[in-house]
Nanobody, 121 residues
Framework: QVQLVESGGGLVEAGGSLRLSCAAS????????MGWYRQAPGKQRELVAR???????NYADSVKGRFTISRENAKNTVYLQMNSLKPEDTAVYYC???????????????WGQGTQVTVSS
C-alpha cells in the first residue's frame, strides 16, 4: 500500500506565505508526476501545480508567479511554496502522485487526505 501524508496547512493573513509538504511512503517502485490540487467549498477540485519525474512544471494561471512546486526524489516528497496568498486561495489542498508500486508494472493514482489552507483578508 502507498500513503501520501501532507503537512504545512494552516491559517495565514493575505499576503503571507505557507509551505506544504507531501511525503509518499509504502511499496513504491518509482514515482512519476506529483502535484497539488485544491477544492474550495462548493467548487470542483482543480489542479494547482504539477511536476513531472523530469522536473517539468506547470501551474494554474491563478497561481503563476506566486506558487512554486518542487520535489525531492530521494525522500519521495513534493513541496508547494505559496507566497502572496490571497483569500481566494482558501481551500483544502490535496497531494497527488502517479506511483509505480512494487507489486505491479502498472501505475496507480495516490491521493493525500488533504490539508486546509485558510487565507484571511
Amino acid at each position: 500500500q502507498v500513503q501520501l501524508v501532507e503537512s504545512g496547512g494552516g491559517l495565514v493573513e493575505a499576503g503571507g506565505s505557507l509551505r506544504l509538504s507531501c511525503a509518499a511512503s509504502g511499496s513504491i517502485r518509482s514515482i512519476n508526476a506529483m502535484g497539488w490540487y485544491r477544492q474550495a467549498p462548493g467548487k470542483q477540485r482543480e489542479l494547482v501545480a504539477r511536476i513531472t519525474g523530469g522536473s517539468n512544471t506547470n501551474y494554474a494561471d491563478s497561481v503563476k508567479g506566486r506558487f512554486t512546486i518542487s520535489r525531492e526524489n530521494a525522500k519521495n516528497t513534493v513541496y508547494l511554496q505559496m507566497n502572496s496568498l490571497k483569500p481566494e486561495d482558501t481551500a483544502v489542498y490535496y497531494c497527488h502522485a502517479v506511483i509505480f508500486p512494487l507489486q505491479s508494472w502498472f501505475p496507480s493514482d495516490a491521493w493525500g487526505q488533504g490539508t486546509q489552507v485558510t487565507v484571511s483578508s
